[in-house]
């Protein structure tokens, strides 16, 4: 448990790094170079998190373990993280040497960057499979049991959606009154705008029901509203300093994450979704459902919109369709033979 804390600790602060340097690439503060203090709080959270794994591997390795079991069952893929990690900024480091350094949309999809996420996300994984390896009786309930899993899912979830933040509705706004477009941009705006709730939606419904399909009802209440909104936060934080919507309104929406996740608390506990049934499906449903429609509304409420009901409204059903589709694949119908031979 203290193993895992430790972990999920170390790797938020690499993640809350990665959007730091984000907040600074986006409002242009960064020099030019690669030695920028935001660089430096991203690469010194990796750092201690791979000093505090490798530290715990050479000493158990001291002590009799063999090398593949020194560190505790899970972990041994966040320590190669590490290394690829190190390997990888290097190679960001190249990378700017010979291309020069990314601007926009760029910095998301290039090459170096993308093994960067990956080995991260190797990293902060750690309490993830950790904790998928125990039983029941061998996991610690409530809270105090969960929080290394429920922390690392979050971060995870954020991480992906980092690298997707060119399609995001925090950040963009692009629905609200004033930013209408002019000419054949607008078919360009409209896509735009679709994207931006399908794709984050479905990213962190696929994450959610990840979870979901492993731990169910144990997940102590308020674990889908922590996953959710702190990832609105994180939207948020990319949005400081950008010249879109006044600060108080933007604010405002960091509601609409609170009521998409109480929703999926309370659906939670009403049937576990491991079982499958109606419980499953409605909360793959209604999750990104409730989120993108109280978007919507409260954005038009206190700002205005200059997108109609037609799209707005079956934009949010869409997002409630892709994770409904998520959830068979999660856990789909039983086939004839397994229905029969259970009844």
């Not at 730091?20 to 960064?30: E, F, I, K, L």
Request: charged fraction near 10%; charge should be neutral.
């Amino acid at each position: 448990m203290r193993f895992d804390l430790t972990v999920a600790l170390l790797s938020a602060w690499f993640v809350i790094g990665v959007y730091v340097d984000g907040w600074a690439h986006n409002n242009g503060v960064v020099d030019g170079t690669f030695f920028t203090p935001y660089h430096a709080l991203l690469y010194s959270g990796v750092a201690a998190a791979g000093l505090y794994l490798g530290i715990t591997q050479f000493r158990n390795v001291n002590q009799g373990y063999a090398w593949r079991l020194a560190l505790p069952k899970g972990y041994l893929l966040s320590l190669i993280g590490v290394v690829l990690f190190l390997l990888g900024g290097g190679f960001d480091f190249v990378w700017h040497s010979l291309f020069g350094f990314e601007a926009d949309r760029a910095a998301l999809l290039s090459p170096s960057h993308l093994l960067l996420a990956v080995s991260g996300g190797l990293i902060l994984t750690g309490p993830i499979r950790a904790a998928w390896s125990r039983t029941r009786s061998e996991q610690r309930q409530g809270w105090i049991g969960f929080f290394p899993v429920i922390l690392s899912i979050t971060l995870f979830a954020g991480l992906l959606l980092f690298f997707s933040m060119y399609a995001n509705p925090f950040m963009t706004w692009w629905a609200s009154t004033g930013r209408h477009p002019v000419g054949q941009d607008e078919f360009f705006r409209d896509v735009l705008i679709i994207a931006s709730a399908i794709i984050p939606m479905t990213v962190l419904t696929g994450v959610l029901l990840f979870a979901l399909r492993r731990w169910g009802k144990q997940l102590p209440f308020g674990s889908v509203t922590f996953i959710v909104l702190i990832n609105a936060v994180f939207s948020f934080w990319l949005s400081l300093g950008l010249d879109i919507l006044p600060l108080p309104e933007r604010a405002a929406t960091l509601l609409c994450a609170v009521a998409a996740g109480l929703i999926g608390d309370i659906l939670l506990r009403v049937q576990d979704p491991r079982r499958g049934g109606w419980g499953l499906r409605a909360f793959a449903f209604f999750v990104p459902f409730v989120w993108v429609v109280a978007y919507y509304v409260l954005l038009d409420t206190i700002h205005g919109m200059w997108w109609v009901i037609h799209l707005s409204l079956g934009t949010a059903f869409i997002t409630g369709i892709a994770g409904l589709l998520l959830s068979y694949l999660m856990l789909p119908p039983a086939f004839p033979d397994e229905a029969h031979s259970s009844s």
